[in-house]
Each structure stands twice: as C-alpha cells, then as structure tokens.
T-cell receptor, first 112, second 113 residues
Framework: DVKVTQSSRYLVKRTGEKVFLECVQDMDHENMFWYRQDPGLGLRLIYF???????EKGDIPEGYSVSREKKERFSLILESASTNQTSMYLC???????????FGPGTRLLVL | SQKIEQNSEALNIQEGKTATLTCNYT??????LQWYRQDPGRGPVFLLL?????KEKRKERLKVTFDTTLKQSLFHITASQPADSATYLCALDFTGGGNKLTFGTGTQLKVEL
C-alpha cells in the first residue's frame, strides 16, 4: 500500500513563527504536492515538485516555500506564519502519466 | 479559465437508494477524469479514473460516466449505505501532462437509515 505520512496531525503556532510541515512517501513517486483546504474553497495547490530539488508554484504560493532534498521527502515552510494561514494542509504524491494522487492524513494548523 | 463545478449543497438520500453526483467542467477536453472520497479530517482517497474514450466505468457499487460533449461526469453509488457518507471530489488534469490535478470543491453525501 502507498503510504504518505505527515509530521503532525495538529499544530498550533504563533503569528510570525517559522513553521515546517514535513511529508514523506514510501512509494518512490516522482511527484509530490502541497495543498491547503478551506471550507467552501476546496483543495488549492500551493507548490508541487516533479523531481528532487525541482519545484513549481501552484495556485497560491505566496507566503510559502518548499524544499525537496530527497525523493521521498517534501517540506512546506511558512516563513512567517500569519493567521490567514490557519488551514488544513494536505500532502500528496503521484507517479505515472495518469497522476492519481495519494494523500497524507493532513495537518490542521492553527496560527494564533 | 478552466473550472470544475460540483454541487455545493449536500445530497441526502435514504439507505438502499442510488446516489448520483455531478461534476461539470469548462473550457477543456481532458484525457481522463478522477473521483476521490474524503472523510472529515482526512485526506482524499482515490476511487476511480475514467478516460475520455470510456463512456462508463464500474467498480463494485460505484459507476462513473464521462460525457465529453456535455463536459460532465456522473458518479453513482448504488445500494447506498450510511458508510458511504462522505465528500466526493472530482479532479481533472487541465495541463495534459499527467502531473497536476485540479480538484472540484466536492459534494457531501449523507446516507440516512
């Protein structure tokens, strides 16, 4: 079974803090993704990576950065957390032409 | 711009009935379309993929249709059960490259006893 894990299920941070969210997949997938999900807005793509050290901006990259130093690991960084970044963050991975995505359990981040 | 539309209103049906969810898209002819299930507080889980040259796809109690002329996919759950209650998302690759999916906002299904 494909397994995508995320470092935390729940996280509480203060405004201005630097926040690291980590994602690890065990299926040797080339592609990895970070989304945020908010009520009524659905899944919105923040960044994705199609290879080690490669990254592309998604639809809402502002305020975020990413790192992919190893194939299995994709990190999302909030340089200076703000209250409007309170959300559910979901990581996913995929491979192949059809792009079926496998999601982690999500991290619910609260920024106070 | 490309857009996916799913009914934002929850669908309530009685156990044993067939649930039908709709996914409409604009301005693009995708090579395939995917459906995912999401339970509260969890990540989406892939259910089915249907290609443009397939009119219908089945998996156990699930059936998906894909009408590229209408730009619409229908997702059916037959003999629905309370355990089918969840949010169902459709997803398309508008880039054509197989790497990036755009997800609809999903439709919440509630199956009542």
């Amino acid at each position: 079974d494909v397994k995508v894990t995320q470092s935390s299920r729940y996280l509480v941070k203060r405004t201005g803090e630097k926040v690291f969210l980590e994602c690890v997949q065990d299926m040797d997938h080339e592609n990895m993704f970070w989304y945020r999900q908010d009520p009524g807005l659905g899944l919105r793509l923040i960044y994705f990576s199609y290879d080690v050290k490669m990254k592309e901006k998604g639809d809402i990259p502002e305020g975020y950065s990413v790192s992919r130093e190893k194939k299995e690991r994709f990190s999302l960084i909030l340089e200076s957390a703000s209250t409007n970044q309170t959300s559910m963050y979901l990581c996913a991975s995929s491979t192949g032409d059809l792009g079926t995505q496998y999601f982690g359990p999500g991290t619910r981040l609260l920024v106070l | 711009s490309q857009k996916i539309e799913q009914n934002s209103e929850a669908l309530n049906i009685q156990e044993g009935k067939t649930a039908t969810l709709t996914c409409n898209y604009t301005n693009y002819s995708p090579a395939y379309l995917q459906w995912y299930r999401q339970d509260p507080g969890r990540g989406p889980v892939f259910l089915l993929l249907i290609r443009e040259n397939e009119k219908e796809k089945r998996k156990e109690r699930l059936k998906v249709t894909f009408d590229t002329t209408l730009k619409q996919s229908l997702f059916h759950i037959t003999a629905s059960q309370p355990a089918d209650s969840a949010t169902y998302l459709c997803a398309l690759d508008f880039t054509g490259g197989g790497n990036k999916l755009t997800f609809g906002t999903g439709t919440q299904l509630k199956v009542e006893l």
